[in-house]
């Protein structure tokens, strides 16, 4: 058993899921990856995704301490995301789950 912000899971596999899972989490980290992103480039680099559900998934991976917010004090708004180093720990897993998509991909194909 792992506890964890007042939860406990079965293994860490389940806490990593529960952290960066779902459809949007890992394509939101690749993409921030080592720059600093503005939240309407952000979306249009995710076209599929809205504007609540970035935004709940920029909330949740900012809560988690894997993605940092800086709001600038003008007008228009301006907010900028970046990763965190906890967030930028996972960028070489997901390099590697990339890699196992085109190997897996590419096997297929023969």
Not at 20 to 29: F, M, R, S, T
Request: overall charge positive; hydrophobic content about 40%.
């Amino acid at each position: 058993m792992i506890k964890f912000k007042d939860k406990e899971y079965h293994c860490s596999m389940e806490l990593t899921l529960a952290i960066i899972g779902g459809k949007w989490k890992v394509l939101i980290l690749w993409y921030l990856g080592d720059k600093t992103i503005r939240f309407n480039e952000l979306r249009r680099t995710l076209p599929n995704i809205t504007q609540k559900m970035l935004t709940q998934q920029l909330r949740e991976l900012e809560g988690y301490g894997l993605v940092k917010r800086f709001a600038y004090a003008q007008i228009p708004p301006k907010v900028e995301y970046s990763l965190t180093d906890s967030g930028k720990s996972i960028l070489p897993i997901l390099a590697n789950l990339g890699q196992w998509g085109q190997n897996y991909a590419n096997s297929e194909m023969d």
